[in-house]
């Protein structure tokens, strides 16, 4: 595995969540502490931002409807669905997420039986830690921090009290974008060490032509990019079930259209899905 610090990135996840929760009417998710957790990053956020793109605030606010909300927020439907369908069959579950940045779900589950762990670059889960500690939000989830170019994900987690013997849901959104197909492929099989009930969801993005790429997602790019934080190439997503199925997981593969169709219709200012966004489930028993 590599570093993920998901500094920005993270922050900007967490407004789309918070502007999704207050804004939907009936939201499908229900996000109402990340407001609270990012309370320091809005304006910073916003300047930095509408200084990278020189552009005018009313502006701004309809680009980032357009450009970021779609992602993170049908990968938290897509998520928090498929976590309630485990926790059914498996009530006394682990929930592993590996680059974790300002998620919450821990603090807004009801699921008391579940243990749930958070890791991410030492880095950035210190400023979560002293987000949750200012908020007054208890230990629901127990903080693994891991430098993935030293250290070794199996080792901290049992240190932490990762129980191997515990059916494990494990959720890595947002993070492949920013790692090449062999680097995934390659925590992929660090995530199969870890329990023999697992399931895997992650989000990708499919390696296209110019000619037939979603525009937005160009310009998503390039504003990662000017923030600091560059995206990787994509994958093909033939290669990435293959690929999987090679490992011994179980693949249920979510294409764009059925994110559209699924997570997407009907949501706030009309949301519109990228034609290049994948999610994966990945089951072994």
Known sequence: MTAYQGSVTARICAWARAYYSKSENHPSFNDYLAEKIIEDDRRLLLNLILKKRRQQQGVFKKQVIDLILPIPVSRSIF???????????????????????LDTFAWRSDSEKVSFFEVDHPFFQTIKKQRINTLKLGNRAVFVPVDFKTDSLEQKLLEAGFDKSRPTFVTIMGVSYYLNFETFLSTMRDILKLSDRLTVLFDFYEEKNISDADSRFEELRNLTSLLGEPMSDGYKANNVISALEGLGFEVEHKTPQEIKEKFITGHIQNLKGYSNIHFIKASKN
């Not at 998520?79 to 974790?100: H, T, V």
């Open 79 to 101: 998520a928090e669905r498929e976590f309630l369908e485990f926790k059914k069959i498996n009530p006394n579950a682990q929930y592993l997420i590996l680059g974790a940045g």
